[in-house]
């Protein structure tokens, strides 16, 4: 009888636990991998680099990207190549942000795509300084090359670390 009304609290509490696990990872916006999986499109592979348009004294709050939002080097965002704005649902001022699953150097985060920019030859996407120091901490590197961007569908993503 004992053992079983340990065997019925041990199943609680671990049940408990897991549901506080999966609570913690929905509130700190961490994605089933799974889920990224299946929403994602075609993969696009090259460069990546940061980016910070933000000059002190020309606008207010920082400078407006395509999309019409003001950067902000805090928040999970890229700028995606040109040529690429198509591929993205076409992002421009104006028009809601899009948004990509990118995988590098072992680690996966979705980003908002709110800009659009003049990248160095090579690079497909420009990552503000949050999303750059997910996947280079002191910032030391400059370019990580064999980044994977793939476009996301819909709008309803909560941006940040994936899995």
């Known amino acids: 009888m004992v053992f079983r009304s ?3 609290i041990c199943g609680a509490v671990v049940a408990l636990a897991v549901s506080v696990t999966v609570a913690r990872c929905e ?11 299946v929403a994602s499109g075609e993969a696009i592979v090259g460069a990546a680099s940061t980016y910070n348009p933000f ?8 400078p407006k990207t395509a999309s019409g939002e003001r950067y902000d080097p805090s928040v999970w ?43 160095r030859p090579g690079r497909i996407i420009d990552f503000n300084e949050r999303t750059m120091r997910h996947f280079d901490p002191s910032l030391e590197r400059g370019v990580i090359p064999d980044v994977t961007v793939k476009p996301l569908s819909g709008d309803d993503w909560t941006t940040g670390p994936v899995g």
């Open 77 to 119: 965002s890229a700028a995606i190549k040109t040529n690429l704005r198509k591929k993205f649902g076409g992002v421009q001022f104006g028009a809601k942000p899009k948004y990509a699953l990118v995988e590098a150097v072992g680690k996966k985060v979705i980003v908002k795509i709110n800009d659009v920019g003049p990248l």
């Open 55 to 62: 000059k002190p004294g020309k606008e207010e709050g920082g």
């Open 6 to 8: 340990s065997a019925a």
């Open 27 to 37: 509130a700190a916006g961490v994605h089933s991998t799974a889920v990224v999986d």
